[in-house]
């Protein structure tokens, strides 16, 4: 028998399914599917909120790696390596001020100072001298024992060339003895001699120069290219930054001051063998004048200072270390610790134009 749905409340029987049950499952159903829905939605809108985080994100990472891209591509090389080396001259300079430190107070507990540790190497050995003189005394030993066994050995007819020959040995046995002790005593006398281990103007050979001939550096837009006679058989070439502050005119035969044992530096392919002196501020730069009485080659002195016996070559390094106590005075004159420089057997002063109190470099 056949039963239309809307007489499922007639049924009686086991399998019979009562309508209020129906409704029931059919109402569970849809909630069940409306709660399934929403939750779908939800982790769809969940989904997307990350994937748009996920993208701002990304954005914003190429972003700065295009900045860092664009940035690393304007950067200059060389900027970067002067950096560095502008931290090593830093780090160099504090070296030599606590080695020079090291220095004075040795020299305060009476410690003699026989060679400058802090910016040369000792030029000799004494124990290789000592050594070199017993290995000459052991050649020689080995030598006349090698002749007296060879004049017991040989006929009697050859003893005369034998003698002739032992006798030979033996002079250049004593003279190699003799050299030996006349340089171990210089090299003593070399080392008794103190070393100059100041941190002042004594170290600087300071001169008068002409300059000779000016011209523009063929590769440097701010360099000029000097040749400035200092008293020497030959002229030196120097270079110096002054293209901004004078004309090849101002510099043409003037009369100048030039560091000369600054050891020699390349420039842009051309070797700078010293430096001229001039005045600086961040605005000016101005040439130190020697008194026009001076000639090329003469000494600049500081009353106190002994500036006879400057070193042969000093480092840039002991160069930075006294340059700052140079400057001009309220008067114009290039002084050391407010010393004035001179021009020996006196000659004068040497002065700046117009920069007072303005360091010297």
């Known amino acids: ?85 502008e931290e090593n001259d830093r780090l160099k300079i504090r070296i030599q001020k606590l080695l020079q430190e090291t220095v004075t107070l040795e020299q305060q507990q009476g410690v003699t100072q026989y060679y400058d540790f802090i910016h040369t190497l000792p030029k000799t050995n004494l124990n290789s001298t000592h050594q070199h ?6 050649v020689v030993a080995s030598s006349e024992t090698v002749t007296s066994s060879e004049t017991k050995n040989e006929p009697k007819p ?20 003799k050299k030996g002790k006349d340089e171990t ?3 003593q006398e070399k080392a008794k001699v103190p070393v100059n281990t100041a941190t002042d103007i004594t170290r600087f050979d300071l001169r008068v120069g002409k300059i000779v001939s000016v011209e523009k550096h063929p590769d440097a837009d701010s360099l000029y290219v000097e040749t400035i006679d200092i008293g020497e058989e030959k002229p030196r070439t120097v270079c110096s930054g002054l293209v ?20 020699p530096a390349k420039m842009r392919g051309i070797f700078s063998e010293a430096m001229v002196m001039c005045a600086s501020t961040p605005d000016k730069v101005e040439l130190l004048e020697p008194p026009s009485a001076s000639s090329p080659g003469d000494r600049v002195v500081c009353e106190g200072y002994n500036c006879s016996s400057p070193d042969q070559q000093i480092k840039k390094e002991l160069c930075d270390l006294i340059l700052p106590e ?3 005075n309220t008067n114009l004159e290039a002084t050391f610790k407010n010393v004035v420089w001179q021009i020996e057997n006196g000659k004068g002063t040497i002065k700046s134009k117009t920069l007072e109190n303005a360091p010297i470099k």
Not at 133 to 138: A, N
């Open 1 to 85: 028998m056949t039963h239309h749905p809307y007489y499922l409340h007639d049924m009686n029987h086991s399998g019979d399914i009562k309508a209020d049950q129906l409704k029931e499952l059919i109402l569970s159903s849809t909630q069940l599917n409306l709660f399934s829905a929403f939750q779908y939605t939800r982790a769809q809108y969940f989904y997307m909120d990350s994937i748009e985080q996920k993208a701002a994100l990304a954005d914003d990472r190429i972003k700065k790696l295009e900045s860092l891209i664009d940035s690393i591509e304007t950067l200059d090389p060389n900027a970067y390596i002067e950096v560095l080396q």
């Open 133 to 138: 003189k017993e290995k000459i005394g052991s």
């Open 158 to 177: 050859l003893n005369t060339s034998v003698s002739a020959t032992n006798e030979n040995v033996s002079d250049a046995g004593k003279k190699s003895k």
């Open 185 to 187: 005593k210089k090299d």
């Open 244 to 263: 901004k502050h004078m004309s090849p005119d101002d510099l043409h035969q003037k009369l100048v001051i030039v560091l000369c044992n600054l050891k």
């Open 326 to 328: 140079m400057k001009t």
